[in-house]
């Protein structure tokens, strides 16, 4: 076999998601896996350098697709919109391997180790989302905070896309998480504009009544009283 067949980390990956879930991640061997995909463990070192890695194949790429398609949105386009329009345009890429998301998804949930891996990846396309927005001039705090809530978002779209078991696409699963967000964010702050007006309504209302002890007090003093006197 040649050193690098092509279709090699496909089988590799395949066969890492047929074990995993068979037998569970820890409980699975590089040797195993590269036995399963036909070739030797020595070979295995060829393409991915460790068993965890071998469930993110591709996720190196990501990053650049992503950075190059925010640069491309539309220049009107606001901070949230690039990011997330950058997003669809990329995610679209995996609509081929829906089944096999909805596999690694379940993988990657049974195993801690795994989690703060993809938490590892999420962080390199966080920064790359927001590398991407500051040289489209976005000041640092907007463009840290819009490629946080994009990489959320996104994440949770492919966690509803791997569960609809491609019933529907990536773009309509992030359409639908956006609307959610609006929504959340919506009655999160038209709650705080209600507790803010609620302080400042109970603010008058204990001004007003100081007002009024202060308006008796000054009536009783007029009138020769000694003072106020509780029943």
């Known amino acids: 076999m040649a050193r690098w067949d092509p279709g090699t980390a496909e089988r590799l990956t395949q066969a890492a998601l047929e074990l995993y879930t068979e037998h ?4 699975v061997t590089v040797t195993q896996i590269a036995e399963r995909a036909g070739i030797t463990r ?12 071998v469930l993110f ?4 790429r990501l990053p650049a697709a992503v950075r190059a398609a925010v640069l491309d949105a539309d220049p009107a386009a606001s901070p949230l919109s690039a990011a997330l329009a950058a997003l669809t345009q990329v995610g679209a890429a995996l609509a081929e391997h829906i089944d096999r998301t909805a596999e690694r998804r379940a993988v990657i949930d049974s195993s801690p180790e795994l ?3 993809e938490r590892t ?3 390199v396309l ?13 000041d640092d705090d907007n463009a840290k905070l819009a490629a946080q809530i994009a990489t959320i978002a996104s994440q949770n ?8 078991h491609g019933e529907t696409d990536f773009a309509t699963c992030l359409n639908a998480v956006t609307v959610s967000l609006r929504d ?12 803010s007006c609620c302080a400042r309504g109970a603010e008058r209302a204990a001004n007003g009544c100081q007002r009024a002890i202060v308006d008796t007090c000054e009536l009783a003093t007029q009138r020769g009283e000694g003072g106020l006197s509780l029943p």
């Open 24 to 27: 569970g991640y820890d409980n």
């Open 42 to 53: 020595r070979s295995y070192f060829r393409y991915f350098p460790d068993k965890r890695e």
């Open 57 to 60: 194949a591709g996720s190196e």
């Open 115 to 117: 989690q703060e891996r």
């Open 121 to 123: 990846k999420l962080a």
């Open 126 to 138: 966080t920064n790359a989302i927001q590398d991407a927005l500051l040289q489209r001039g976005v």
């Open 157 to 164: 779209a492919l966690d509803r896309w791997a569960e609809a």
């Open 184 to 195: 959340v964010l919506t009655e999160g702050i038209d709650r705080r504009q209600g507790e």
